[in-house]
């Protein structure tokens, strides 16, 4: 079934500033501040010393199950500010960790820099900036939903096919730029060290019972480690082009949103609960529309097999080769994590039916 749409007499016009959405930067943070004021300092001296400090063990030789008090208290208390889990996410190691060299340079890779950094070194800077890189990516796409929904509201035929040929566009060069992974880290420097420090303590049996918050809880607390999934692109797409998955996936991905800024959760929200793109087209008998849709669907499914493949690459090959070379200089993750995305899931099982799902959305006109 098709979810409730608004009535299109008394449903609002659809714009990104109402939901903290930049049109230039879409889900980014315009400018992300590099330095916090004077008396954050401690904090930012750590922060700035991160690599180095997680390195030479005087950080923390290890969790232990519990977070200091010290530590606890303002990060929860700073996260509920933000509407966010105590957690490492998608907002925080890319929406607002990434500033330009040239500020009056391209937003390409060789001109931007991570604000924060931790273990990884150059392949870790590539992966948060090839990923602020597909976030930007998404830009004409996010505004392309604006003007589609809008252009449902109005109806305007013409601006809707324009929309949805901008949305198949900005699809299409996300999966271009999800492909500069490939030049900027190294697969075994991302099994082995980047996706440890992005595992958070929910389906993870490396830390089956959570981690206890001290001075916050008394009982361990759960939360899914930084994940892709957290970011709102493809949420926002999967609504606005109606693609429904299965309830496991859908269950993964409905509870990712909780890691989003409050904002952009609703955006998502707005979109889900607009007119149904799926309804409009079907019942315009309009071919141009329909081949538009099934071509929007045909690219966001090649962006999940593009995904798919990428993940194998990372995950699936380097755990193959990590196994075999076991005398490695790089650290090993711990044997649990071995095929298991950041967030938790079982990563490739996950792909391969969220890419499936999408493909069941294709359009097929009667008669």
Not at 32 to 58: K, T
Not at 225 to 236: D, F, K, M, P
Not at 262 to 280: D, G, K, N
Not at 293 to 310: D, I, P
């Amino acid at each position: 079934m098709e979810p409730q749409s608004q009535d299109l007499k008394t449903a609002p016009f659809l714009t990104l500033g109402r939901f903290h959405i930049s049109e230039d930067y879409g889900f980014l943070l315009p400018s992300p501040l590099r330095e916090l004021p004077g008396h954050y300092s401690p904090w930012m001296e750590i922060a700035n010393r991160l690599p180095q400090l997680i390195e030479s063990r005087q950080l923390r030789a290890q969790v232990n199950e519990i977070l200091p008090r010290n530590l606890a208290l303002p990060f929860v208390e700073v996260s509920r500010n933000l509407g966010l889990p105590p957690i490492l996410v998608h907002s925080d190691l890319v929406l607002a960790n990434w500033t330009t060299r040239n500020p009056g340079g391209p937003l390409e890779i060789r001109n931007l820099d991570t604000i924060v950094s931790f273990p990884g070194g150059e392949s870790l800077r590539g992966f948060v900036l090839v990923t602020v890189l597909v976030e930007k990516a998404a830009v004409p796409g996010i505004k392309a939903l604006v003007q589609a929904v809008n252009a449902i509201l109005q109806p305007s035929p013409d601006s809707l096919l324009q929309a949805l040929q901008q949305l198949r566009v900005s699809i299409q060069d996300i999966t271009g730029a999800l492909g500069q992974m490939h030049d900027y880290v190294d697969p075994d420097i991302f099994y082995a060290v980047i996706r440890i420090f992005l595992s958070g303590w929910k389906d993870n049996p490396a830390l089956p019972v959570g981690l206890v918050y001290e001075g916050v809880s008394k009982e361990p607390l759960s939360y899914s480690g930084g994940s892709a999934a957290q970011s709102t692109i493809l949420h926002a797409f999967d609504e606005f082009l109606g693609v429904r998955h299965s309830k496991e996936s859908a269950d993964f991905l409905y509870r990712m949103r909780d890691y989003m800024p409050p904002s952009h959760r609703a955006f998502v929200e707005e979109i889900r609960l607009a007119p149904s793109l799926r309804t409009h087209v079907l019942s315009s008998g309009n071919r141009q529309l329909l081949t538009a849709y099934n071509q929007c669907v045909e690219s966001l499914a090649a962006l999940r097999t593009y995904h798919l493949a990428l993940v194998t690459k990372y995950l699936i090959t380097a755990a193959s080769k990590a196994k075999a070379q076991r005398t490695s200089h790089l650290p090993r993750p711990p044997q649990a994590l071995e095929e298991r995305g950041t967030g938790g899931t079982a990563v490739v099982s996950f792909l391969k039916s969220v890419r499936d799902k999408t493909l069941e959305a294709l359009l097929h006109p009667s008669g």
